[in-house]
């Protein structure tokens, strides 16, 4: 029976073997991007991989997503995912970007999805299987991106989707109920190959339209109710608000105008927003979600206009399992130099939210960070230039974490999913985030 290093080195082997094929397949991804709920292409492209590695999958979940699974030869144990995420933001000035729609991979999901492919290349390597208990449960989700807050309010009065991030709808749907653990590595732009560590902040996602009354803004302003008015002075107040934000809160409020009126000679009265509030906590950011609903009417009372805050659960914190970090920092340390491996402390906010937060809300989850990308992150400078470190290298560690974890008859995954400490179930998480969906309207009296 060969050793677990000797394991390690037959998938890596593969790996190195098929790097262009495992490259070229995010390059395929990063040349036809699109936005979350429309990846279309993208899945039917990932799942005629699966198929070609020989992949039993099922495809269309939550629309666009995919769900394989790999039965290890080595008899019964935990169920190990390894994630990609399907999808891309929307950034018209993106060198790469598509002509009608925007959609632009300015956060590296397609290496992603390179990296969660070559991981399967060396994983299925029969003698590596075979040697492994349990499965291997490779998912490529769609919509991480929380963007086009109204197209997908959309989706959610057709019954298409619940929720709007595409992890969130897994767990809705029961995607994740056979998975006992779960790891995918996100590029950055750093000069280091992996980065270890972090937390990121919850999110409450609004959508805001302030209702006025349009009237011919030369001759008849005084029979308008300026519903632009009432948006600029809720913005105001929410910035009157920051003071009160705790630094230790890490809280982030922004969001964009989508509607500011329809013509300059006429009063604007439909004017929409979305809108985000950030915290380190769901607590926080509950709290501080009120305190901009709050400026939102006030905006709406001060000029008589009418507003409808949509309150979108949004994202979890992400709480890493320590004992899955170390098993990849040590797979780190044997692909590359120390001084090459960033070890962030896990109090560290990024101030960016993710839905593998919620997944790290139920289960073990592990979300170390790979270089080689360059510019900044969600804008038109982002581009990854070493795709050795953003697909490869991650394909590597994370086909080495999964024989870790999978290999001795699984003691590792074992021992991992009975220490975890699980903040919640996943129907309390369903729960939480259901208390979160509220409308909140406000309109003057009479
Ligand atoms: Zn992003
Ligand atoms: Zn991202």
Redesign the pocket.
Known sequence: MPTVEELKALAIEEIDKRKEEIIGHAKHILNNPEVGFTEFKTSKYVSEIFSKLGIEHDANLALTGLKGNIDCGGGEGPNVSVIGELDS?RIFEHPIHDLTTGAAH????HCQIGSMIGSMIGLIVPEVKNNLSGSIIPIAVPA??FIDVEQRMLLREEGKIEFMGGKQEFIKLGVFDDVDMAMMC?TSATDTTFGVGGTSNAHIVKYVEFTGQAAHAGGSPHMGINALNAAMIALTGINANRETFLDTDTVRVHGILTRGGQAVSSIPSQVTLEWRVRSGSNEAVVANSKKVDRCFQAGAMAVGAKVSVTNIPGYMPRLDNTQLQELFLQNAGNLTTKDDIDIIDNSHNGG?S?DMGDLSQIMPTLHPYVGGGDGV??SETYLIHDYEKAVIQPAKAMACVVIDLLSNNAAKAKEIKEKHNYNMTASQYLDFQRSVAEVIEYAPEG
């Not at 300015?106 to 999901?109: E, K, M, P, S």
């Open positions: 933001l300015a956060c590296g999901h991480e991106e996100h960016g993710t992150g969600h």
